[in-house]
């Protein structure tokens, strides 16, 4: 194993070095930022040394440019300060014109609206001549109309000549009114007509206002936009010009370098800043350490035996080719498997956690303790009887594997506990009333209406007598199981694990045959796989997924979706509706997929069809 002694001690030195390098790496870094302060600072000193005349020369002919590209910077600030200011006065100016013409407004603005109102008033009092007009002709009709019924009666009335004059009298009265209201009606149309010619008279000076009020707008605008633009090409100079004076900036670092560097070879330091030298010097210190390191790595690594360094690389890439095959095989298996029948058409799934940490359950619990008991259990089934344990408590999730033989329901009951199932196990071994038979080695409890079996580490199957044996034997591979690559696994596995409530089936019809109806009629014929997730939180919310029988039948489904919801999605023999809004319908082939909110007093009903505690409509008829 001295290889791998070899391999470690190898790759400790590797780290060291590498450790060495990036300390050495930045040590440089700072070296040379001390050397061109150095040399920024000891410019004069260098005068006296003709080794670095050139430096000097390049650094004046830079700073000359410095100074003009300062001046231009400071010319272009100027002109952007002027061009403020003329947007300031141009702002004010406008501000100035529009309130001087809005107090101009002001009062044409109160005679049209005091015009609108006397031509609306007009309006209706002239509407209120012309229903009397009409109520008069009305009267007369009416009038004739009596008079003709009584002159038509045989025999006639003995009073019908007194009926005769009382109804000639008023119809005698009745053209006066009419001409009394001609008159008014024309009094009341030359009022409408005068009022009318007033408020469009009002409307034309108003709207001349709103018109000038525009055009001044539109020119201060326009006058903004110029000096925005202005303000824009003066932005840009000025980003130009000050890019190019860190430009010279940077050029004159190189000179700065080498006066630096060759006062700091001569001890010279600048009169007013003698500490810069004697950064230098540390930290030239500093690299001649970190190099004389590096190299003291370099030559303990070349001491190595490359032999046994070449067997312990061997190792360490087949360990990791074997890891690169082992753990995509692990990851890929399953990590949970819910052993049903391949014969199973529903299953029904309960997160008893979420159920106890839902806001709809709570209330329920709290407000309706009796009627939520009886839905608990009812949702629960036969996993309400196992022995010695509390569901909200002890289980983590309730699965239910329903399929119809003969019109009669099958029910597979799986029951996940939070820790180990031994407490379960114990109590039915010490209870007198179980009977325990094994089949193929694995032992299963059972008594005249109820058995048990483990079929997993926290898994329970639990039910009657002829179906937990299947399970049993569905675990034990003698019968086949609910492939977790099937159509029915795979989309149950798509609802969401989180929610509270999960229920798919691929035969939707069938489900009313399972529990209590739910879905619409026409919603499950429509469909040839459903499946329904709920979350009981506030407000309660729904993801509902089907696969119809083509691509274009899916799209057109989703068509009605969004136009006619209340069709759809309502609870069957019922007048409530599964959603709140219209629900968010996403299509993608021949699956379909809408989310919804739904109503709390539908879902307590939902709750209860699928628990069957509720009454049917049809039973209660009966």
């Known amino acids: ?33 001390s050397e061109v302060n150095l040399g920024r600072e000891g410019c004069s000193q260098a005068v006296n040394f003709p080794e670095v005349r050139n430096e000097i020369v390049a650094l004046k002919k830079l700073e000359q440019e410095q100074k003009e590209v300062a001046l231009r910077i400071a010319q272009i600030e100027e002109g952007i300060r002027q061009i403020d200011l003329q947007r300031q006065e141009n702002a004010r100016a406008q501000n100035a014109e529009l309130a001087k013409l809005e107090e101009e407004k002001k009062p044409i603005l109160e005679r049209r609206n005091s015009a609108k109102a006397a031509s609306d008033l007009c309006d209706r009092e002239l509407s209120s001549v012309e229903r009397r007009l009409q109520d008069n002709d009305a009267a007369d009709r009416d009038l004739l109309k009596k008079l003709a019924d009584l002159q038509a009666l045989v025999p006639p009335p003995e ?19 009419r001409a009394e209201v001609t008159r008014a009606r024309l009094g009341s149309a030359e009022a409408c007509r005068s009022a009318r010619e007033k408020l469009s008279q009002n409307e034309t000076e108003l709207a001349a206002v709103e018109k000038k009020i525009t055009q001044i707008r539109e020119e201060y605008e326009a006058r903004d936009r110029v000096l925005n633009e202005s303000s824009r090409a003066q932005q840009d100079a000025l980003k130009s010009a000050r890019g190019q004076h860190a430009t010279v900036e940077e050029k004159k670092n190189p000179a700065y370098l080498n006066i630096g560097r060759h006062l700091a070879s001569h001890g010279i330091a600048p009169p007013n800043a003698p500490h810069l030298l004697e950064e230098v010097q540390k930290h030239r210190t500093a690299v001649d350490r970190h190099s004389q390191h590096t190299a003291e790595l370099a030559v303990l690594s070349g001491q190595i035996d490359k032999q046994e360094l070449r067997r312990f690389y061997f190792s360490v890439v087949s360990v990791l080719v074997l890891l690169a095959i082992i753990l995509p095989l692990v990851f890929q298996t399953p990590q949970k498997r819910e052993w049903l029948p391949q014969e199973t058409e529903a299953i029904l799934s309960l997160n008893t956690e979420q159920f106890d940490r839902d806001d709809l359950p709570k209330r329920w619990r709290r407000d309706q303790a009796a009627e939520w008991k009886d839905v608990w259990s009812g949702l629960n089934g036969s996993a309400q009887q196992t022995p010695a344990l509390n569901l909200p408590r002890d289980a983590v999730r309730v699965t239910r594997g329903m399929t119809t033989d003969s019109g009669t329901t099958r029910e597979f009951v799986l029951v996940e506990t939070r820790g180990d199932a031994s407490q379960v196990l114990r109590s039915v071994e010490t209870d007198k009333a179980f009977e325990k038979r094994p089949i193929s080695g694995l032992p299963v409890w059972m008594r005249s209406d109820f058995a048990l079996a483990r079929v997993g580490p926290r898994t329970l199957a639990v039910g009657s007598v002829p179906e937990v044996e299947e399970l049993v034997r569905v675990r034990l591979g003698i019968q086949p199981d609910l492939k977790t690559t099937g159509q029915l696994f795979d989309r149950f596995q798509d609802l969401n694990q989180g929610s509270a409530l999960r229920l798919i089936s691929r035969d939707p019809p069938k489900l009313a045959q399972m529990f209590h109806p739910v879905f619409s009629r026409e919603l499950l014929e429509a469909s040839q796989l459903l499946g329904l997730s709920l979350t009981l ?27 006619e919801p209340q069709r759809w999605l309502r609870i069957q023999d019922s007048d409530l509706f599964l959603h709140v809004q219209t629900p968010e319908v996403e299509t993608q082939g021949e699956d379909i ?30």
């Open 537 to 563: 939180q506030n407000p309660v919310r729904a993801r509902l997924v089907m696969k119809l029988k083509s691509a274009d039948a899916a799209r057109e489904f989703g068509r009605q979706i969004r136009s």
């Open 593 to 622: 997929q809408l989310r919804f909110d739904v109503p709390e007093n539908s879902a307590r009903l939902l709750l209860r069809r699928i628990a069957k505690t509720d009454i049917v409509p049809a039973v209660a008829e009966n």
């Open 1 to 33: 194993m001295s290889f791998i002694r070899t391999g470690l001690r190898e790759i400790g030195l590797k780290i060291r070095r590498q450790k060495t390098r990036m300390a050495l790496r930045h040590e440089k870094r700072v070296l040379q930022r």
């Open 159 to 177: 009073d019908l000549e007194t009926q005769t004059a009382a109804i000639s009298a008023r119809r005698v009265r009745l053209p006066e009114e």
